[in-house]
């Protein structure tokens, strides 16, 4: 009986080995998943952005119509080229943004790039800077004017850039529905003050133009406004880029058309003046009209329609406001116009500017943002 019981004893031992192990195994994997550089963690460690940039594969290797990088060098043609021919007589072009120098009173930990650590309002003035720097490159006789509120302690000298106040609600929870209300009290004022003979393109400050921009209107003559779209269901246009052609038709036409999409925005989005509101606002007022057909977005190309009484050309945002791959990149092939380093990837702007003032080449600096945009930083 005793030795009945021991291999009864034992055969239950025996019966819980594989399960021992597989729990050994399945701790072991969590463990190695959870230390893999790609791999989602908890707490802190799911929350911490990168210092440092992360080079990566360069999206479209092995295409005819991408920019091919060995490291980061270009090896083909690209938008330096481009620019080099690109200077001929035209309209001149001023480029507007929009643009708050917050006071924060919550102490946050300096952020280095470089031989240099910035504050919190430091960074976003050294993003202000290189949108300028990017311009002064690219467009050197493009003046820029930045629209901010008139009690807000913006001090900035800069050749051929202007300051212009504007009242408004410019908090950070209203900041995107005020920003739309400053583009119509500045086409306003140009209207009054009959300054029709510069073209407007309103940029977000994030942005680095390394193209012409005043190809788009010596390119398509018959537009009063243009916007960048891009193959996104919920949202298929960007709101950070918007052409506007200096004429008082052009002006006139694209001021009533921004105050239909404010219109919208007040009545239908309210709850998002803060981000989105502005994006969800234009589609509706584009998407209302009867004869508008929603899936041009998807080819990808240029194309030019009536809304309401404007003529609006629609732009690709894989030219003209292409933001480093982060998921579903708008990046398709080059040249390139206009890098939009959105959410987070201001580092990677202030990595670029750095990495261009030391090579002057443009083509290299978008093989660094190529390759290093696929992750989330911390500036």
């Known amino acids: 009986m005793l030795r009945k019981r021991i291999c009864i004893g034992g055969n239950r031992v025996l019966l819980l080995v594989p399960v021992v192990i597989l729990i050994f195994h399945a701790f072991s994997a969590k463990e190695l998943l959870r230390r893999q550089p790609g791999s989602r963690s908890s707490g802190a460690e799911k929350r911490k952005k990168i210092d440092h940039l992360l080079l ?117 929870d209203k900041l995107m529905l005020q920003r739309i209300r400053s583009y119509i009290a500045f086409l306003e004022m140009r209207l009054q003050k009959q300054e029709i003979r510069t073209h407007y393109v309103f940029t977000d400050s994030d942005m680095a133009v390394v193209g012409d921009l005043s190809t ?11 916007v960048t779209f891009r193959n996104n269901k919920e949202q298929p246009l960007n709101s950070g880029f918007i052409a506007v052609r200096g004429t008082i038709e052009g002006i006139q036409r694209a001021k009533a058309f921004l105050e239909q999409v404010l219109k919208i925005y007040s009545s239908k989005f309210g709850r998002a003046s803060r981000m989105l509101g502005d994006q969800l606002a234009l589609a509706w007022t584009i998407r209302s009209d009867p004869n508008f057909d929603a899936r041009r977005f998807s080819a990808g190309d240029a194309f030019v329609d009536r809304i309401g009484g404007a003529t609006v050309l629609f732009l690709p945002c894989s030219t003209y406001n292409w933001t480093p791959p982060e998921g579903a990149g708008q990046f398709h092939g080059m040249p390139l116009d206009v890098v939009h380093f959105k959410g987070s990837r201001k580092r990677l702007m202030v990595e670029s500017w750095n990495f261009f003032s030391s090579s002057s080449n443009l083509s290299d600096t978008l093989c660094l943002v190529l390759r290093s945009g696929r992750t989330k930083y911390d500036f």
């Open 56 to 172: 990566g594969p360069a999206a479209g290797e092995g295409r005819s119509d991408r920019l091919h990088c060995r490291g980061t060098k270009a090896m083909n043609t690209t938008a330096a080229e481009k620019l080099k021919n690109s200077f001929h007589t035209a309209d001149p072009v001023a480029l507007v943004t929009v643009f708050i120098a917050y006071n924060d009173s919550k102490p946050t930990d300096p952020v280095t790039v470089g031989n240099v650590s910035y504050s919190k309002s430091e960074r976003s003035m050294a993003i202000l800077n290189i949108f300028i720097n990017f311009i002064k490159i690219s467009m050197p006789r493009s003046s820029v004017i930045i629209l901010t509120d008139p009690i807000s302690e913006l001090k900035l000298q800069r050749d051929m850039v202007m300051i212009q106040p504007i009242k408004g609600e410019y908090s950070r």
């Open 216 to 226: 788009i209107f010596a390119e398509y003559p018959n537009f009063d406004l243009a």
